[in-house]
């Protein structure tokens, strides 16, 4: 397993013709949630995309880039949390912390937020914005973490 945000497409088929979002490995989709918007660490929000928590981890896919997506093991997660601070973050938000490995964290000095060529291997913050916070999707969304984040460990 490797620690950190991962580029994932889960619209490529594999040789045995299914989504990579299918794993051999017995994980589960136990939630989909469209209208998710995501922002990595300091860079601006991006577009809006479809959220899909799994048994092992969670997934984010771009509706309007068919091939932009990103992925984090629930093992990755050192924290998560329903965040409303609008001084924090000018939106209410799921917002995550990413465990990186040891070598990323030490060249995570000389990364620019700038930079558009963005390096997955360095992000450490993730926020999860839905679109449909008035009908407390933070709350469930961030349940369901807990909840699938509580049966790995």
């Given at each position: 397993m ?5 580029h ?18 017995d ?7 469209p ?11 991006e ?21 932009k997506?990103?992925?984090?093991d ?11 601070d ?9 917002y ?9 964290e ?25 679109s ?22």
């Open positions: 490797s620690l950190g945000l991962l994932f497409d889960g619209r490529v088929i594999d040789d045995d013709g299914r989504s990579l979002l299918e794993s051999n490995d994980e589960e989709l136990m939630h989909v949630e209208g998710v918007t995501v922002a990595l660490g300091f860079r601006p929000m577009s809006p995309g479809t959220l899909y928590v799994t048994s092992r981890r969670v997934i984010w896919l771009s509706d309007a880039d068919k091939g997506g990103y992925a984090v629930f093992l990755s997660l050192s924290l998560h949390a329903v965040s409303r609008l001084e924090t973050y000018p939106f209410p938000c799921i995550t912390q990413i465990e990186i490995s040891d070598e990323d030490e060249s995570e000095s000389s990364y620019s937020e700038s930079n558009d060529d963005l390096e997955l291997s360095k992000v450490t913050e993730m926020r999860l914005l839905p449909d916070v008035g009908k407390r999707i933070l709350a469930i969304m961030h349940a369901s973490y807990c909840f699938h984040l509580w049966q790995v460990h």
